[in-house]
């Protein structure tokens, strides 16, 4: 697998400044656009792009149509080649919907149907019932520092896209929040594109992107806690959303962890590290998760931490996220709805090439899982898929 090969090849992608021309076939994609919001309005007229992606690093040129009164949209005359990736989109309410990539994979294939559901906001977080499905803590401990990731994906099971609410000290409209553990520092985001999406708060940090409906949202960040000189340690937790699933995943060198609110379920080898993977469901909000760490002195000469970035999240942190999700039976969703991510401006940007190295380096480990047979092939798809739509994105924003 020649991964430095395609990874040039896709920076060298970015650097073209103008779509090229879609070839001339026999393809024909059909699509309706759905309300999915009781009682919304009629979606007659409303403007859908395709867009199209060779082999996911050359954009073609976007096509757009008109819904009718039904809300339908049809387009023809488009290349059927297997390497051509299509995405439909619509902008309704001032917030950007997208379908899932689409392609031509069969042989003779000629025809693709898509539905895009698009639909009205709210300001009111009782109206979209924000909820985390899963939350997955990953921590590791070296010289008297902790290094933690989280990863968070929220639904919401209302049927309005939750837009935020205005906060009159920030300036802007907060959709979600995170409160983080006293003491937290060094704060980090899997990032990539320009903009303000998340926002320094009191007592955490609070993200910008609306919520839809019938999606998942994932956020993953990291920050640091000192614990040098002492061989106990608590890291408390508070949890602002009822979650329904929870997971910390422990280093296995000679710390002993403990919590009435998470219990050991299984040991797992992830990345050539040994790790306790703790499991608890159903906590309510307002709920703190409790970790009680002893035994720290002694394993101190024993490295199992991430690398400490300073710019966004390095790819270990990504496997991390992806085997935790593996642990629960989840997949990390497609981000295509996830424009522009941005940390605090005391924070730098990750720029797209290392974003793209990184996303094209995790696809390049899940194969290599699936080759020696680590991982089952719904899996594997799922989780291809979905960097796939990262990528995908990736090129759109640059």
């Known amino acids: 697998m020649h991964k430095h090969f395609v990874i040039g090849l896709v920076i060298l992608a970015l650097a073209l400044l103008a779509p090229v021309a879609l070839a001339q076939g026999e393809g024909v994609i059909e699509a309706r656009v759905l309300n999915g919001t009781g009682g919304g309005a009629s ?10 992606f060779r082999s996911m690093m050359e954009e073609l040129d976007p096509q757009t149509a008109v819904t009718d009164a039904g809300g339908r949209v049809r387009f023809e005359g488009l290349d059927t080649s297997p390497d051509i990736t299509y995405v439909l989109s619509a902008t309704y309410a001032d917030v950007e919907y997208d379908t899932l990539p689409l392609s031509f994979e069969k042989d003779g294939q000629t025809a693709l149907t898509a539905t895009l559901e698009v639909y009205e906001t709210t300001e009111n977080p009782n109206k979209a019932a924000i909820r985390i499905e899963q939350m997955h803590v990953f921590v590791g401990f070296q010289d008297g520092v902790m290094s933690v990731g989280e990863l968070h994906i929220f639904t919401n099971a209302g049927d309005r896209t939750f837009v935020g609410v205005e906060d009159p000290e920030l300036g802007q409209r907060i959709t979600l929040r995170f409160a983080l553990p ?7 985001f899997q990032v990539g594109g320009e903009g303000d999406r998340y926002v320094t708060t009191e007592d955490g940090f609070a993200d910008t992107e609306v919520v839809r409906p019938a999606a998942s949202q994932q956020v993953l960040y990291g920050y640091t806690l000192n614990y040098d000189g002492m061989d106990t340690f608590d890291l408390v937790r508070p949890l602002l959303y009822p979650t329904a699933n929870l997971n910390v995943l422990v280093p296995r060198v000679g710390v002993d962890v403990t919590s009435d609110q998470v219990e050991l379920s299984e040991i797992r080898t992830i990345e050539g ?8 469901t159903d906590f309510a909000a307002g709920d703190q998760l409790f970790v009680h760490f002893s035994g720290l002195q002694d394993s101190v000469s024993q490295v199992a931490a991430p690398d400490t970035p300073q ?24 981000t295509l709805r996830g424009r522009g991510q941005a940390v605090p401006a005391s924070q730098p940007v990750e720029p ?24 089952d092939e719904v899996s594997y798809r799922e989780q291809r898929q979905a960097l796939k739509s990262e990528v995908l994105a990736l090129m759109r924003e640059s």
């Open 43 to 52: 979606v007659e007229g409303l403007a859908v792009t395709l867009h199209a």
């Open 311 to 334: 710019e966004g999240l390095e790819s270990k942190w990504i496997a991390l996220g992806l085997a935790a999700l593996a642990l629960m039976g989840g997949l990390i969703y497609p």
């Open 273 to 280: 590290q040994v790790y306790l993977n703790l499991n608890g």
């Open 352 to 375: 797209a090439d290392a974003r793209l190295d990184r996303l094209l380096q995790a696809i390049a480990d899940l194969d290599d899982a699936l080759e020696s047979g680590g991982m």
């Open 182 to 188: 006293e003491g937290a520092t060094g704060l980090r």
